[in-house]
């Protein structure tokens, strides 16, 4: 079955971050929305991303409300809302975060 043609496929590449090594998707919603984490093996440093069905990718800090005292480390789930779930650190501590979305 051929997937629509806003869909990426598995052999799509969605590219990184500016200045990281590797991204993983971890979610897509039927709006062809995924979220995931970008990654710089150099540094360490990973963040959550958010990329549209266009093909632009932005770190989801910059793209929700606040974000205060966050890191927000990977984005693991999105409904058809654009709804977004993951993790991160607040104040040094792991979190659970479930953002209003912003976009």
Known sequence: ???PD???TMRDDLGVLSGDSYSVAQAINASGTIVGYSKNTSTGVQR???SYNDG???AL???VSN???W???AAEGINANGWIVGWGYKSGQTR???PAPNF
């Open 1 to 3: 079955m051929a997937s």
């Open 6 to 8: 806003w869909l990426p």
């Open 48 to 50: 959550a991303f958010v």
């Open 56 to 58: 632009s990718m932005y």
């Open 61 to 63: 800090i910059t793209k």
């Open 67 to 69: 974000t205060n005292g």
């Open 71 to 73: 890191t927000l480390q």
């Open 96 to 98: 659970a975060f479930v």
